[in-house]
């Protein structure tokens, strides 16, 4: 670390190498973890807690119920698609445990989005919200899948709350479509045949698949990053050396309001916190901001992460401020830039700086953060983790002087092992042996990184990719579509925001048929909103539309 320009600025007490074989697995971690903080309260969620010793035991449940009781064998992919619960903790504790390795799945996806993931994963088992399971009915028969649970909002709470919370949640609400899977198993009778006590442990290489965390990944078609228990375990290290000054093990309090099915939360919330004995509240639905608030009343909380949009909605609410906030130690954002005004504001209400890191799926994800020591500074990513070298190459692959623009590479015990089945696209995103992120951003003389660009065309949503080629090939299948271009445009609340600019076949096509066309087929945060319609659209001298172009005048009208 010597030979790089951030090593003067590295925060004191914070080593500058870390040991990804600290742990030979993230099987060990759990164990190790589980051992060590014993009755200590790992988790709550709507009222219910967890001790670490029973979500060793709940997880060994789950585990011997997939070792037992299907056809499941070591490295088979479990889909897990559902919120922030309980029973994410114990399905996706107790597929690792049981040698399997875990498909993060967003539970919003379109029943077309889903049969694109668990077919390129060739999933063989899915644990799902049966808020959900209406998607899951409409393309199980074109999967791989033999085994299917099926939990509901209320199971992990218990007695009479189970009932009441399930019954509103489906009777009341209306929140759970009708749907009917043969042969599905329900999550609780899941748990209670792998209760034989008959577990038994595999023997898991560093090197095994951990995770296979989906992404848009730099070239814009959806992949699977392979992410080894290697590649977890050292950036749950890199992590927890990070904040190593401030937290202590057995004492903290953790705001889990990101999704744990993300990268983000995945490995900072969920392992680097569970590796400390943190106190992890899980937010089921953060959007409901007044509920969040009274979450944050209730428990005196040390960590909280976020994205910009998250820390900006909590700032406009007026009840934000009666936060008790006098706990609160690190506070950290990620997946998208942090707005300097975001920054700003919060550190004036809370009185606490608000750390902006930065990383990607297929680097577990954190490769740069501020220091949490008071020494950050806004408007960059930071500096790059224990154990992490970036590097700022030109399109010729050579590295660039201090303080000029490139794409930003990097290398480290974090990087990915590559891509699911995709031996040509994980060739195409290494270089020398670094990972090229495709960003653009230069490092200071003090050797802090700063993002000036991203990948061209690739559109932020409030920190998730969304890439134009998507869009434009689900639109392009409405019958009223000729042409159809997708860009993403500035928006103050979630970063970006998606228009597309389309001829129409039919003139009696309107924008809310359109709309509605996206809303059945893909995610919310997917959904354009804004519509043009135009007589013909720009392109190059082969015929492929120009959104460059589209972008360029987009961008001239909003400076006029």
């Known amino acids: 670390m010597q030979d790089f320009p951030w090593f003067k600025n590295y925060p004191k007490g914070i080593p500058t190498e870390i040991n ?43 585990a011997d119920y997939l070792q037992n009781h299907t056809g499941l064998k070591k490295g088979d992919r479990i889909a897990i698609q559902m919120p922030n619960l309980l029973q994410w903790v114990v399905a996706t504790f107790g597929s690792i445990r049981a040698g399997l390795t875990v498909v993060n799945t967003n539970p919003l996806y379109t029943a077309r989005e889903m049969k694109h993931q668990f077919t390129d994963a060739r999933v063989k088992a899915v644990v799902i919200l049966a808020n959900f399971a209406q998607n899951l009915e409409k393309i199980v028969g074109d999967t791989d899948l033999e085994t299917i649970v099926i939990t509901e909002i209320g199971d992990m709470l218990g007695g009479f709350k189970k009932a009441l919370v399930n019954f509103v949640v489906k009777k009341v609400k209306k929140m759970v479509p009708p749907y009917k899977i043969e042969g599905a198993v329900k999550f609780n009778d899941a748990l209670k045949k792998g209760a034989s006590g008959n577990f038994v442990r595999h023997e898991i290489d560093n090197e095994d698949i951990s995770f296979l965390q989906y992404t848009g990944g730099t070239t814009g078609v959806s992949k699977g990053a392979m992410l080894t228990h290697r590649n977890i375990i050292a950036n749950m290290e890199q992590i927890s050396a990070w904040m190593l000054p401030k937290l202590k093990d057995g004492v903290e309090t953790v705001i889990t309001a990101l999704p744990m099915y993300h990268i983000f939360a995945l490995t900072v919330n969920c392992l680097a916190m569970l590796k400390i004995g943190a106190t992890n509240i899980l937010v089921t639905n953060p959007r409901d901001m007044p509920s969040f608030i009274k979450t944050l009343k209730k428990f005196p909380f040390s960590v909280l992460t976020g994205v910009n949009t998250l820390f900006n909605g909590l700032l406009n609410q007026e009840e934000f401020k009666n936060v008790d906030f006098s706990q609160l130690k690190v506070a950290v954002g990620g997946g998208m830039a942090v707005q300097d005004a975001v920054a700003i504001k919060w550190e004036e209400i809370t009185k606490t700086s608000l750390a902006e890191g930065y990383g990607l799926t297929e680097t577990s994800p954190v490769l740069c953060c501020n220091p949490i020591d008071g020494t950050e500074r806004i408007g960059t990513i930071g500096l790059p983790v224990p154990s992490t070298d970036i590097k700022i190459m030109n399109d010729q692959g050579k590295e660039v002087p201090v303080g000029e623009a490139g794409e930003i590479c990097a290398k480290g015990p974090q990087v990915m092992k590559g891509y699911w089945e995709k031996p040509e696209e994980t060739e195409n995103v290494f270089q020398r042996g670094y990972f090229k992120t495709g960003d653009i951003g230069f490092i200071d003389e003090d050797g802090f990184v700063k993002i000036v660009d991203r990948k061209k065309e690739m559109i932020n949503v409030s920190g998730f990719n969304v890439f134009p080629n998507e869009i434009e090939n689900v639109i392009s299948t409405h019958e009223k579509v000729l042409e159809v271009g997708a860009i993403g445009i500035s928006d103050p609340k979630s970063t970006e925001k998606v228009k597309v600019f389309i001829v129409k076949k039919d003139e009696s096509l309107t924008e809310e048929e359109i709309i509605s066309y996206c809303k059945e087929n893909m995610t919310s945060y997917k959904v354009p909103k804004q519509v043009e319609f135009r007589k013909e659209l720009p392109k190059s001298n082969v015929g492929k539309i120009l959104r460059r172009i589209l972008k360029e005048e987009e961008e001239g009208k909003a400076s006029t």
């Open 20 to 62: 990804p074989d600290n742990y030979g697995s993230v099987i060990e971690l759990l164990e190790t973890s589980f051992a060590k903080f014993g009755d200590k309260i790992a988790y709550e969620n709507m009222g219910k807690t967890l001790t670490f010793t029973e979500v060793e035991k709940l997880s060994a449940q789950f």
